[in-house]
């Protein structure tokens, strides 16, 4: 039967640690390296429901893709849940391993596995990691080319129709009849990398957690932009064939995508390492915060 520690080299040589940014810690937070692992689940968050479900199971590993813990702390004691998640998996002997900014960039990571279900093809990372023992180039979020362009709206739609449920759903900003070619995705907060989305001449950009004033600015900006161009006068901002637009998914459920690879990628490696076999689970409950999403029906101006 694989130990711990055996599984823990695997997940850390599909989803390196050396991938991860600098102000992430992921790897294993809680559990004995030498345990056995019989069975290992899935989820998005390490949060009580989910934690409280792993457990019930009879779960010897939950593997998340959100950190139970952001940022360096001094206690894991009672007075706070994530003290409380810490007793709980201790007591029941179910160690915790997170991949997070390392998963996101791995190959059949979570960027790859989010771009491959939109239907991306000749892909390559948005933000390259030059790893020279890498088979396969591997880097945060990916851009691709659809097979065939689709209208903005419809490639929303399938967008929302390969996303894990949730009650948010996705929003879409641009000109819904423009054709769609070139798409760039980053699962999770991704408003920061607007300038590399832009270098790439993406028609689309797909990720999450797009604020209001960082969105109105990029999308004004091209407004503007190819109205000078129509007016013959070009500004050297970029490909004139660039119509950029965005859809904002559920931080969560793009994520959770990554699943459907690793259920796949971590017992197979277990098995080749190992000669055991661990059974898999996903924890598919959505752990996206709204649970409501009720239409504003305010007076029209």
């Not at 937070?29 to 030498?34: N, P, S, T, Y």
């Not at 591997?138 to 659809?146: P, W």
């Not at 959770?256 to 259920?263: G, I, L, T, V």
């Amino acid at each position: 039967m694989a130990a711990l520690s055996q599984v823990v080299d695997v997940l850390e040589t599909l989803y390196p640690l050396r991938y991860a940014e600098q102000w992430d810690e992921p790897g294993l937070i809680v559990g004995d390296l030498r345990q056995p692992v019989r069975n290992i689940a899935f989820a998005a968050d390490p949060s009580m429901a989910v934690v409280d479900q792993a457990i019930a199971g009879g779960v010897d590993l939950l593997v998340c893709h959100h950190p139970l813990f952001f940022r360096s702390v001094h206690a894991v004691s009672g007075l706070g849940f994530r003290g409380e998640i810490v007793r709980k998996l201790n007591r029941a002997g179910c160690a915790l391993w997170v991949g997070h900014t390392n998963a996101d960039a791995a190959y059949r990571g979570v960027g790859m596995a989010a771009a491959d279900m939109f239907g991306l093809v000749d892909q390559r990372p948005l933000v390259p990691i030059d790893d020279p023992n890498a088979e396969h180039p591997v880097g945060l979020g990916r851009v691709g080319r659809l097979a065939e362009p689709v209208m903005l709206r419809d490639f929303a739609r399938r967008v929302a129709d390969v996303l894990p449920y949730t009650e948010l759903g996705v929003q879409v900003c641009g000109d819904l009849d423009a054709p769609v070619n070139t798409v760039a995705v980053l699962p999770g907060s991704g408003d920061s990398l607007f300038d590399e989305v832009r270098a790439t001449g993406a028609d689309v950009y797909v990720t999450s957690d797009l604020r209001h004033h960082p969105v109105t600015d990029a999308i004004e900006q091209a407004r503007y932009e190819a109205s000078m161009r129509a007016s013959g006068i070009a500004l050297g901002h970029g490909d004139e064939h660039v119509r950029p637009a965005f859809i904002n998914t559920p931080h969560s459920a793009i994520e959770s995508m990554w699943f459907q690879y690793a259920m796949k990628d971590v017992p197979q490696t277990v098995a080749s390492v190992t000669g055991d076999t661990p059974d898999v689970r996903w924890i598919s409950m959505n752990t996206d915060p709204w649970n409501m999403v009720i239409p504003s029906s305010g007076q029209e101006r």
